[in-house]
């Protein structure tokens, strides 16, 4: 991993034209450096704003703007941090860093500043990485679960379910070590109920899970069905007025478009697909093999139906195993006259809006998410395992004291030490190199 105790300097705000731009130094020259930046050699007072001009090493200004310095320890990185804001042009943003590592402070990595507030115990590993989230949350939903991550909800519910932990093992430990000092500490059932109620805690985390990890990483949406049923219709829709969240997504192509939108919170990227029919030329098998790509990897299917239209053989598989479970049936145009009833389709119309809300509805169902009105505490894959990890070794220590006669307690002490182990993980207490190098790499880079 990288260096901690130089200086580091990225632009922290992002790339292109703005009103105002900020570039962030962090680390040990900090100050220094920063003061060597302002024109007139006064003092830079702690968390004031100073307006000044900002030279390079030879003298000649790039620009005026304000600098404002933050003291070690009480800052973002834990470190001197000195953030200077200037006009938001990436030609006076870049020409401020490179004044910056003319005067030894070098580029930082992608997340380098927040790793730095991780590992000088500013934040902690769940913290960080709610950072991450919160600059990636596309819709509110998302933003507010990263948000009550940032501020402690979960390390506060991992604190209290190690602490009782620590509390048990502590007690265990000191039956084995002074057997003869009369400490027992009460029967093995009192010590599996103390157990039990830690192993719902994780229980109530983990049945959050999954809808947690739903609003995290949210969900891949493929429409499919033959040509003129109203699959683009459907997808704009559905799209409506959030549509184009994000656009230009690598690797989309002219056969498949593909669009992220905010469902009920959820960020759900539609993929439109070529219709399906028996392939015509070689352009459209290759658009047909996509789309069965997209439909195999896709986390719902939505196949959709002309209601007024004859049904036309192989409307039903153009999929292969089309109705598995992760499909909805679509019977669109269901302001025409209908032409043929599915009971298990949902009827809409692309074209009035009739059964959108149903069908969101029945989206919604599919996931397994009743509501999505509670904010979800836990909601990342590498915190999921972690405490399903801890509540595993938690019923194994139950196991263990439940058996008949027990066994002995080094038993229990190993399982129970396990689950505190992987609790520690969760917060990064003891995480390894490169599961922090992991985590920080899809940080952008000045956080
Ligand atoms: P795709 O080829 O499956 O993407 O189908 P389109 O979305 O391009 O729609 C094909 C035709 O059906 C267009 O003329 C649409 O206006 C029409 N259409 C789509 N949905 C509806 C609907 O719900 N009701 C009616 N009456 N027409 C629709």
Known sequence: MFSTTDTIVAIATPPGRGGIGIVRLSGHDALAIGRALIARDRPVTPRYATFTEIRTKAGATIDHGIVTYFPAPASYTGEDVVEISAHGSPVVLRGIV?????????????????????????????????????????????????????????????????AALFDLVARLEASVDFPDEGYHFGGSSELAAAVDAIICRADALLSDGQRGRIVREGLHVAVVGAPNVGKSSLFNALAGASRAIVTDIPGTT???????????????????????????????????????????VADLVLRVLDRSE????????????????????????????????????????????????????????????????DRPEI?????????????????????????????????????????????????????????????????????
């Open 98 to 162: 490179a004044a910056v590592m003319e005067r030894g402070a070098r580029l930082a990595e992608p997340g380098e500043f927040t790793l730095r507030a991780y590992l000088n115990g500013r934040m902690d590993l769940m913290q960080a990485e709610a950072v991450g989230d919160l600059i990636d949350a596309v819709t509110p939903l998302q933003a507010r679960a990263a948000f009550d991550q940032l501020h402690g909800t979960l390390t506060r519910t991992i604190a209290e379910m190690d």
């Open 310 to 373: 004859p049904q036309r053989e192989g409307d039903g598989e153009s999929l292969g195993e089309a109705s598995t479970r992760k499909t909805i049936v679509i019977a669109n145009k269901a302001d025409l006259p209908a032409a043929w009833f599915q009971p298990d389709a949902v009827e809409v119309s692309a074209l009035t809006g009739l059964g959108l809300d149903v069908l969101r509805q029945r989206i919604l169902e599919r996931l397994g998410i009743e509501s999505l009105v």
């Open 254 to 296: 002219r056969d498949l478009v593909t669009e992220t939108i905010d469902l009920e919170g959820l960020r759900v990227t539609l993929v439109d697909t070529a219709g399906l029919r028996t392939a015509g030329d070689v352009v459209e098998s290759e658009g047909i093999a996509r789309a069965r790509q997209a439909a195999s």
């Open 379 to 447: 909601t990342n894959v590498r915190h999921i395992a972690l405490v399903a990890r801890a509540r595993d070794a938690l019923l194994r220590a139950r196991g263990a004291l439940l058996e008949d006669g027990g066994l002995p307690e080094e038993f229990v002490l190993a399982d129970l030490q396990e689950a505190r182990g992987a609790l520690e993980d969760v917060t990064g207490r003891r995480t390894p190199e490169d599961v922090l190098a992991h985590i920080f790499e899809r940080f952008c880079i000045g956080k």
